[in-house]
DNA sequence: CAGTATCCTGTCCGATACTG
DNA sequence: CAGTATCGGACAGGATACTG
């Protein structure tokens, strides 16, 4: 992507879209976690068509989500394995998935989490790791951290906010930089 | 978008893509959480074309993401608020800004979430509701559903799995959907 | 099997102009 | 202010053929 817009260019959300929002990206990184590692099963999983998913693939090589690494000479043949920052897109992916699995599959769930070990459906849920506190609004909020520029101080709040007490989730106020 | 591939239409991620998989949809999301609801707050915060922003304003209503409701009539004029599933999105973003976080900001953050009573930075962890449990892999993995069809079936193992044993997170298996 | 090369179509998207 | 209408370009993406 190549957008000059006046997209903040320090927002984190995209930062990520622009390595991961394009339409087949977090297809084929989903079929990753599955376990594909080569051309052809990313390939005959996804139905893309072969320089679609060349291209994608070089794209989330050179954004370091996948390595691309040789498992045969002669001829030359590569695997592409998640790397760590691949690997840590995984609570996204299940993020996601629950978003779906709650409000887009009326017939029930054809695809859900589980304990390994015992099978028993899994709920994913937002906590704070430090205070263990479940990650809520308004009880959270999203402010403009240590690294911030003048911009995104313009449309973050910068702790302590100027007002303290959160507005009700449906009050919308016309300004906005109050709600998240 | 309109894939008739071989992509599993039970597939709860592909389903939420469906919905947010857009370049703009997800950008839109995030200021709607920001606050804006006016058709020239999203347009000036996201530097959008109007025909553009009309397009994905629209879908996200018809996916029932966002509810359209006048808030004065003659003119008439319309203000887009986040409905239930749209609210419920939050924890897909949020999840999105902590890797973009992690791994993308090499500055140090711009944006970050803080407790909103005491500015206490948060981290973003996923637990499985039930158990309390962190939501990792491989103590947690992808399952076919009550609700799966034959496709999801084989695409996905059945718990129990016939292998029992989780494979090593970077032994790469050749035969996929054991690693999710 | 793992791609590369070509060609083509659709549409995403921006720019601009216009309207009540 | 809140859009709609129209135009045009860039490119995502599909289909197919080809190669070691």
């Known amino acids: 992507m190549h957008h000059n817009s006046p997209l903040n260019p320090q927002c984190p959300i995209g930062r990520s879209l622009e390595r991961v929002g394009e339409w087949w990206t977090i297809h084929i990184l989903r079929e ?4 594909a590692t080569r051309f052809d099963q990313f390939q005959k999983n996804l139905g893309i068509a072969p320089n679609m998913l060349t291209r994608r ?7 370091g989500l996948l ?6 000479t002669r001829p030359l043949r590569h695997e592409y394995v998640l790397t760590a920052a691949g690997l840590d897109f995984r609570p996204v992916l299940w993020t996601i998935m629950a978003w779906g699995n709650k409000h887009f599959s009326p017939e029930g769930l054809a695809i859900q989490l ?3 070990a015992t099978g028993t459906p899994a709920e994913p849920q937002l906590i704070d790791r430090h205070s263990g ?7 959270f909020r999203t402010v403009a951290g240590p690294a911030a520029d003048a911009r995104t101080k313009s449309r973050y709040p910068v702790w302590p906010a100027t007002t303290p007490q959160p507005t009700s989730p449906t009050a919308g106020s016309a300004d906005a930089a ?3």
Chains 1, 2 share one sequence.
Do not use: Q
């Open 57 to 63: 693939l070089n794209a989330l090589v050179a954004d």
């Open 133 to 139: 506190r479940p990650l809520t609004w308004p009880a």
């Open 178 to 180: 109050d709600a998240a």
């Open 32 to 35: 990753a976690f599955l376990g």
């Open 114 to 116: 589980v304990d390994s």
């Open 67 to 72: 390595e691309k690494r040789p498992y045969s």
